[in-house]
Each structure stands twice: as C-alpha cells, then as structure tokens.
C-alpha cells in the first residue's frame, strides 16, 4: 500500500514536472526564441559532459541541506524558515575553526569543522523552538526574525574581528588540511556529495525505523493526540528545531570547507529560502528532497546555459521553477481549500 502511495506520488511528480516545462515551451515560444534550442541548452548545461555534470551537483548539494532542513521541521509540524541564517552561522563557525586549529591533520580538522559548523546552526535554531514549545511564539515569525539578525550579527563579527586584510568582506582562508577533497579534478565538487546523501540516509532511517522519529511526527500529525499518548511534545519541538537547524548549519559548513574554503559576507544566494521550495517539492520526505533539490541544481545548471547560448531571460527559468512547485503543491492547496469549505459548511 505504502509502495503504491510512493509510486503514485513519484508519477505525479513527473507529471507535474513535464507540464511545466510545456508551460515553460509555450513562454518561450511567446518570447520569439526557439523551444528546441532552449531545451537542449538547458538538457547541455546541466549534463553536456562531466564538468557540467558536476556543476549540477555541485548547486545541489546546498539545497539538499537546507531542503532536508525545512523538511524534518514539517514533519513536526514546525515551519522553520530560517535555515538561512542558521547556515550563515553554520559557516562562520566552521571557518573559525578552520583558521584557529591550523595544526592539526585534516582527519581531526574536517570532522571538527563539521561539528561546530552543525552546533551553530542548531544553537541559532534553539532559541526560536524553546520559544514555540513555551510560550507559543510562531516559529515563522522568530526564524525569519532570526535570518536578519544571524546574517547581520556574523558580518559585523567578521568585519570587526576576523576580516582579511583588503576590500572584500572575508576570512583569512582556512588551512590547505581543512578543505574536503575534490571527486573530479577542478570541478569544486567534493566529498560534501556523500556528507549529504549520509544525511539524507540518516534523517530517513531516523524517521522511518526509531521511536524519536515515530515521536516527532506523530506530533506533527497531532500535538493532542501525541501528548495524550504520553509523548513530550516541548521535548520533541525543540528537538526537531535543533535537528533542523544543525542539517542547516552543515550546508554553510560545506560551503566554506568545499567551495568557498572561507566565511565571505554575503555568500548565499537563497539557499535557506530555496530549501522550502525543495522541500514542497519533495513532499517532506529525505528521498523527495533529494531528487527535488537534484532538479533544482539542473535548472539552474542548465538555466545557465539557456542564458548564455540560447539568450532565454533568467526570469524565465525562475517562472518555470515556479510552476513545477505550483502544480506539484496543487493536491495539498486543493485539500485545503476542501476542507475550509466543508468546515464553511458545517458552521451553517
């Protein structure tokens, strides 16, 4: 039954996905420039040979992160929207560290790196769940209070204290033994492909196979019902805040350890905010968010490459982006128009 439901879903999905690049085919054709040109820049860009490949990956990995991110907040019923300043965190810290313990072997030093860049990450989130479980404070109003102030507080840290010495807003670079290694040769595609899909296995026998998993969405189903059962739904809250935030924080980790090898103000360009739309997209589950975020990463590879080749405006690759979260989140908007208009009914 459950393997149905997943195939079902997995179709719609595809479904949904090509009737927005039909959509996306009829705007294009509207705007003069030519489908078939369009399309196989953007199919190219995204896979046209084994760099292109890895740039793919390389836009993935992020959203994979903060995709997940978002996604195991859902699954407790908490709607965490500040992935991007728990990753700016995530990042700072995990660039601190890789300039202070310069003496020690990349075995030691990356894993730490890791460490600090996940605790930040879920301290930043912390706040925010102690007061969701205490006091009742909606969590989309603190985690979006707390992207400005992360964001701001880390570049007033860095521009005080740690700044390089030059015009741009960085870190020192961090030690040679800190940067995780490259899979393919000058691609910047590194070890950060398999720290992702490690979290995406852990987070999905976390949810599927322990009765912490089973406790945090059951609460997310039902806080009542969960609490009458004996579950610690404050517990159970903060901890998924603090999950949340720590899967966050690992996606600046990686950044600094991978890709920008230090902090740089500014560096992100949406990745906690793109992570929601991964996150619809992959319908809150590790395996959907994966293959979300990988669809992500060919747009926006791809999207590239219709820019440049084919000269497609950017605006309509993020019209297309838009669309395939729109048609596969339309079940969940239909429901729930459905059920406000069934509870409209009963009320009169």
């Known amino acids: 039954m459950a393997l149905n439901k997943n195939i079902k879903e997995l179709l719609y999905s595809l479904a949904a996905i090509i009737s927005a690049l039909i959509v996306g085919a009829i705007l294009i054709k509207l705007s003069g420039h030519s489908v078939l040109e369009a399309y196989y820049y953007l199919f190219f860009g995204a896979f046209g040979s084994s760099y292109n490949l890895a740039q793919t990956l390389l836009k993935t990995i992020p959203l994979i992160f903060t995709g997940l991110a978002v ?13 991007e300043g728990q990753l700016y ?38 706040i925010p769940g102690i007061l969701k479980a205490k006091t009742g404070a909606h969590e989309v109003i603190t985690t979006i209070m707390f992207n400005y102030i992360g964001i701001l507080m880390t570049t007033f840290l860095l521009k005080n204290y740690f700044k390089e010495d030059g015009p741009v807003d960085q870190t020192p670079k961090i030690a ?4 995780l290694p490259e899979i393919a040769a000058n691609t910047r595609l590194t070890w950060a ?22 406790d945090l969405q059951i609460v997310g189903e039902n806080k009542s019902a969960a609490e009458y059962s004996g579950v610690n739904s404050d517990k159970v809250l903060i901890s998924a805040m603090l999950l949340s935030g720590g ?15 230090r902090f740089i103000t500014n560096f992100s360009p949406g990745y906690g905010f793109t ?32 820019q440049l ?19 596969v989140a339309a079940p969940s908007i239909f429901k ?8 409209f009914r009963g009320d009169n």
């Not at 907040?73 to 992935?83: A, V, Y």
């Not at 040679?176 to 940067?179: C, D, F, G, R």
């Not at 729930?336 to 509870?343: H, I, P, Q, R």
Request: charged share 5%.
């Open 71 to 83: 996604a195991v907040g859902f699954q407790s019923g908490l709607f965490n929207i500040g992935g």
């Open 89 to 126: 965190w995530g990042a700072f810290a995990t660039a601190l560290v890789a300039i202070t313990f310069t003496d020690l072997p990349a075995l030691i030093l990356i894993p730490l790196a890791l460490i600090a860049g996940a605790a930040a990450g879920s301290l930043w989130a912390l």
């Open 176 to 179: 040679e033994q800190a940067k």
């Open 193 to 214: 492909l398999f720290i992702a899909i490690f979290v995406i296995i852990f987070i999905y026998y976390l949810l599927n196979y322990t009765s912490s998993g089973y």
């Open 247 to 261: 899967i966050a924080g690992l996606a600046g980790s990686t950044m600094v350890l991978g890709v920008l090898h």
């Open 275 to 306: 992570g929601i739309a991964v996150a619809v997209l992959g319908r809150n589950k590790p395996l959907g968010v994966l293959a979300a975020a990988f669809l992500f990463g060919v747009l926006e590879s791809g999207g590239m490459s219709m």
């Open 309 to 327: 080749f084919a000269k497609i405006p950017a605006d309509l690759m993020t019209i297309v982006q838009g669309l395939v979260i729109l048609f």
């Open 336 to 343: 729930v128009f459905k059920n406000k208009s069934l509870a």
